[in-house]
Protein backbone atom coordinates (compact mmCIF):
# COMPACT_ATOMS: atom_id res chain seq x y z
CA UNK A 1 0.00 0.00 0.00
CA UNK A 2 1.58 2.89 -0.56
CA UNK A 3 0.91 6.97 -1.59
CA UNK A 4 -0.61 8.15 -4.92
CA UNK A 5 2.12 8.41 -7.27
CA UNK A 6 0.99 12.23 -7.79
CA UNK A 7 1.92 13.08 -4.57
CA UNK A 8 4.88 10.61 -4.22
CA UNK A 9 6.42 12.66 -7.19
CA UNK A 10 5.67 16.04 -5.30
CA UNK A 11 6.96 14.86 -2.25
CA UNK A 12 10.74 14.43 -3.78
CA UNK A 13 13.11 13.59 -1.01
CA UNK A 14 10.87 13.72 1.75
CA UNK A 15 9.00 10.86 0.12
CA UNK A 16 10.32 7.74 1.78
CA UNK A 17 9.68 9.02 5.58
CA UNK A 18 6.32 9.99 4.43
CA UNK A 19 5.19 6.91 2.81
CA UNK A 20 7.04 4.96 5.33
CA UNK A 21 4.61 7.16 8.16
CA UNK A 22 1.31 6.75 5.55
CA UNK A 23 2.06 3.07 5.74
CA UNK A 24 2.31 3.08 9.48
CA UNK A 25 -1.29 3.85 9.81
CA UNK A 26 -2.55 0.30 7.70
CA UNK A 27 0.76 -2.17 9.33
CA UNK A 28 3.60 -2.01 11.95
CA UNK A 29 5.99 -2.73 9.26
CA UNK A 30 8.99 -3.35 11.63
CA UNK A 31 6.75 -5.98 13.01
CA UNK A 32 5.98 -7.98 9.69
CA UNK A 33 9.79 -7.59 9.51
CA UNK A 34 9.63 -9.62 12.81
CA UNK A 35 7.28 -11.91 11.80
CA UNK A 36 9.35 -12.65 8.37
CA UNK A 37 12.57 -13.26 10.20
CA UNK A 38 10.92 -15.75 12.86
CA UNK A 39 10.46 -18.47 9.72
CA UNK A 40 13.77 -20.26 9.21
CA UNK A 41 14.39 -20.62 5.54
CA UNK A 42 17.26 -20.70 3.24
CA UNK A 43 19.48 -17.75 1.50
CA UNK A 44 18.05 -17.16 -1.38
CA UNK A 45 14.58 -15.59 -1.27
CA UNK A 46 12.46 -14.10 -4.03
CA UNK A 47 9.74 -11.38 -3.57
CA UNK A 48 7.02 -10.95 -6.02
CA UNK A 49 5.53 -7.30 -6.48
CA UNK A 50 8.07 -6.02 -3.91
CA UNK A 51 6.90 -2.45 -5.05
CA UNK A 52 8.94 -0.07 -2.90
CA UNK A 53 10.97 -2.40 -1.49
CA UNK A 54 10.26 -1.53 2.23
CA UNK A 55 9.60 -5.37 2.94
CA UNK A 56 12.72 -6.12 1.75
CA UNK A 57 14.53 -3.43 3.25
CA UNK A 58 13.61 -5.57 6.71
CA UNK A 59 14.53 -9.11 5.26
CA UNK A 60 17.97 -7.39 4.34
CA UNK A 61 18.40 -5.47 7.33
CA UNK A 62 17.34 -8.64 10.02
CA UNK A 63 18.85 -11.79 7.77
CA UNK A 64 22.35 -10.65 6.84
CA UNK A 65 22.63 -14.78 5.74
CA UNK A 66 20.19 -14.15 2.52
CA UNK A 67 19.94 -12.49 -0.50
CA UNK A 68 16.82 -10.84 -1.98
CA UNK A 69 15.18 -10.73 -5.79
CA UNK A 70 12.48 -8.02 -5.66
CA UNK A 71 10.55 -8.44 -8.64
CA UNK A 72 7.47 -5.77 -9.65
CA UNK A 73 5.86 -5.68 -13.15
CA UNK A 74 5.56 -1.57 -12.33
CA UNK A 75 8.71 0.57 -13.19
CA UNK A 76 11.21 0.95 -10.72
CA UNK A 77 10.70 -1.05 -8.31
CA UNK A 78 13.02 -1.23 -4.58
CA UNK A 79 12.78 2.97 -5.34
CA UNK A 80 12.37 3.02 -1.21
CA UNK A 81 14.80 0.31 -0.05
CA UNK A 82 17.30 0.80 2.57
CA UNK A 83 20.46 -1.20 3.51
CA UNK A 84 23.42 -3.61 1.98
CA UNK A 85 22.90 -3.35 -2.05
CA UNK A 86 25.22 -5.96 -2.26
CA UNK A 87 22.67 -8.91 -1.42
CA UNK A 88 19.82 -6.77 -2.97
CA UNK A 89 18.46 -6.58 -6.96
CA UNK A 90 15.30 -5.38 -8.34
CA UNK A 91 14.07 -5.76 -11.15
CA UNK A 92 10.56 -5.11 -13.67
CA UNK A 93 10.00 -8.58 -15.02
CA UNK A 94 7.38 -10.96 -14.50
CA UNK A 95 6.86 -14.22 -12.91
CA UNK A 96 6.11 -16.17 -16.26
CA UNK A 97 9.27 -13.90 -18.03
CA UNK A 98 11.58 -14.97 -14.64
CA UNK A 99 10.82 -18.25 -14.87
CA UNK A 100 11.51 -18.88 -18.95
CA UNK A 101 15.49 -17.93 -17.33
CA UNK A 102 14.93 -21.15 -15.04
CA UNK A 103 16.87 -19.49 -12.18
CA UNK A 104 18.00 -22.00 -9.39
CA UNK A 105 14.37 -22.26 -7.20
CA UNK A 106 14.66 -19.91 -4.54
CA UNK A 107 14.66 -21.05 -0.99
CA UNK A 108 11.64 -18.35 0.35
CA UNK A 109 9.39 -16.35 -1.60
CA UNK A 110 7.24 -13.95 0.16
CA UNK A 111 4.18 -12.32 -2.00
CA UNK A 112 2.76 -9.25 0.33
CA UNK A 113 -0.22 -7.49 -0.29
CA UNK A 114 0.01 -8.43 -4.06
CA UNK A 115 -2.38 -10.90 -4.54
CA UNK A 116 -6.03 -8.08 -4.15
CA UNK A 117 -4.57 -6.25 -6.83
CA UNK A 118 -4.06 -9.34 -9.52
CA UNK A 119 -7.31 -9.85 -11.26
CA UNK A 120 -8.76 -13.05 -10.00
CA UNK A 121 -8.54 -14.66 -13.47
CA UNK A 122 -4.65 -14.01 -13.97
CA UNK A 123 -4.20 -15.21 -10.07
CA UNK A 124 -4.06 -19.26 -11.00
CA UNK A 125 -0.93 -18.18 -13.32
CA UNK A 126 0.85 -15.76 -11.43
CA UNK A 127 0.79 -18.66 -8.34
CA UNK A 128 1.69 -21.64 -10.80
CA UNK A 129 4.52 -19.41 -12.00
CA UNK A 130 5.48 -18.92 -7.88
CA UNK A 131 5.15 -22.95 -7.52
CA UNK A 132 7.49 -23.35 -10.18
CA UNK A 133 10.31 -21.28 -8.76
CA UNK A 134 9.72 -22.37 -5.45
CA UNK A 135 12.59 -25.01 -4.70
CA UNK A 136 11.48 -28.50 -3.15
CA UNK A 137 11.79 -27.31 0.63
CA UNK A 138 11.03 -23.80 0.06
CA UNK A 139 8.92 -21.84 1.94
CA UNK A 140 5.87 -19.66 0.99
CA UNK A 141 5.01 -16.38 3.03
CA UNK A 142 1.71 -14.62 2.06
CA UNK A 143 0.60 -11.51 3.48
CA UNK A 144 -2.71 -10.16 2.50
CA UNK A 145 -5.32 -7.65 3.83
CA UNK A 146 -8.05 -10.01 4.22
CA UNK A 147 -11.70 -9.28 4.33
CA UNK A 148 -12.80 -9.25 7.96
CA UNK A 149 -14.87 -6.50 10.51
CA UNK A 150 -12.17 -4.60 10.83
CA UNK A 151 -11.22 -0.52 10.39
CA UNK A 152 -8.01 -1.58 9.20
CA UNK A 153 -9.76 -3.33 6.11
CA UNK A 154 -11.68 -0.60 5.17
CA UNK A 155 -8.98 1.83 5.13
CA UNK A 156 -6.83 -0.63 3.21
CA UNK A 157 -9.88 -0.99 0.69
CA UNK A 158 -10.26 2.76 0.73
CA UNK A 159 -6.38 3.30 0.30
CA UNK A 160 -5.83 1.29 -2.97
CA UNK A 161 -8.65 2.19 -4.56
CA UNK A 162 -8.97 5.90 -3.92
CA UNK A 163 -5.40 6.95 -2.95
CA UNK A 164 -3.14 4.57 -5.10
CA UNK A 165 -5.74 4.47 -7.56
CA UNK A 166 -6.44 0.33 -7.92
CA UNK A 167 -10.35 0.55 -8.74
CA UNK A 168 -10.01 -2.88 -9.55
CA UNK A 169 -8.58 -4.60 -5.89
CA UNK A 170 -9.96 -7.36 -5.26
CA UNK A 171 -10.00 -8.85 -1.11
CA UNK A 172 -10.32 -12.61 -0.48
CA UNK A 173 -10.93 -13.79 2.63
CA UNK A 174 -8.73 -16.05 4.88
CA UNK A 175 -9.85 -18.99 3.84
CA UNK A 176 -10.62 -18.08 0.19
CA UNK A 177 -6.57 -17.15 -0.24
CA UNK A 178 -5.85 -20.39 1.83
CA UNK A 179 -7.84 -22.63 -1.29
CA UNK A 180 -6.50 -20.64 -4.20
CA UNK A 181 -2.72 -21.82 -2.93
CA UNK A 182 -3.62 -24.58 -2.23
CA UNK A 183 -5.13 -25.61 -5.59
CA UNK A 184 -2.62 -23.22 -7.41
CA UNK A 185 0.82 -24.74 -5.08
CA UNK A 186 1.40 -27.92 -4.70
CA UNK A 187 2.85 -29.99 -1.74
CA UNK A 188 2.18 -27.50 0.73
CA UNK A 189 2.17 -27.68 4.18
CA UNK A 190 1.14 -24.91 6.89
CA UNK A 191 3.19 -23.87 8.88
CA UNK A 192 2.31 -20.77 9.98
CA UNK A 193 -0.30 -17.71 10.77
CA UNK A 194 -0.08 -14.74 12.15
CA UNK A 195 -1.65 -11.10 12.16
CA UNK A 196 0.04 -7.96 12.33
CA UNK A 197 -0.55 -5.14 14.18
CA UNK A 198 -2.02 -2.88 14.13
CA UNK A 199 -5.13 -4.09 12.81
CA UNK A 200 -6.47 -7.89 12.52
CA UNK A 201 -6.55 -7.81 8.49
CA UNK A 202 -2.90 -7.90 8.09
CA UNK A 203 -3.00 -11.67 8.04
CA UNK A 204 0.44 -13.74 7.57
CA UNK A 205 0.55 -17.17 6.13
CA UNK A 206 3.60 -19.36 6.16
CA UNK A 207 3.41 -22.91 4.16
CA UNK A 208 6.80 -25.29 3.73
CA UNK A 209 7.23 -27.15 0.74
CA UNK A 210 7.49 -30.93 1.36
CA UNK A 211 5.76 -32.77 3.51
CA UNK A 212 7.53 -32.65 7.23
C1 LIG B 1 0.54 -2.78 -2.59
S1 LIG B 1 2.00 -3.03 -3.48
C2 LIG B 1 2.93 -4.02 -2.33
C3 LIG B 1 4.40 -3.81 -2.44
C4 LIG B 1 5.25 -4.61 -1.46
N1 LIG B 1 5.03 -6.03 -1.56
C5 LIG B 1 5.00 -4.17 -0.05
O1 LIG B 1 4.17 -4.80 0.64
O2 LIG B 1 5.60 -3.19 0.37
C6 LIG B 1 1.56 -4.22 -4.73
C7 LIG B 1 2.63 -4.40 -5.78
O3 LIG B 1 2.34 -5.57 -6.55
C8 LIG B 1 2.72 -5.33 -7.87
N2 LIG B 1 2.06 -6.33 -8.73
C9 LIG B 1 0.76 -6.42 -9.06
N3 LIG B 1 0.55 -7.48 -9.86
C10 LIG B 1 1.75 -8.10 -10.01
C11 LIG B 1 2.19 -9.26 -10.72
N4 LIG B 1 1.35 -10.01 -11.43
N5 LIG B 1 3.50 -9.58 -10.68
C12 LIG B 1 4.36 -8.81 -9.96
N6 LIG B 1 4.01 -7.71 -9.27
C13 LIG B 1 2.72 -7.36 -9.30
C14 LIG B 1 2.32 -3.89 -8.10
O4 LIG B 1 3.00 -3.32 -9.20
C15 LIG B 1 2.71 -3.26 -6.78
O5 LIG B 1 4.03 -2.77 -6.80
Redesign the pocket.
Known amino acids: ??IGPKVRRMLGPIEAPVSSAYRSMFINIGELGKAIDAVPFGRRVL??????G??ASQIIERRPDVSVLG????KN?GSLFEGDRGRVEFRTI??SDLLAERPVPFDAIVI???LH??PPS?RKA?LNDVANLLSDDGVLLV?ETVVVRSPGYWMGRFS?RWI?GDRNVSFLREGDLKRLIADNVPNLVASGRSTIRPWKTNLLLVWRRGTH
Do not use: C, N, Q, R
Open positions: MSEVGVGDMIIDLAPSTADVHVMLKDT
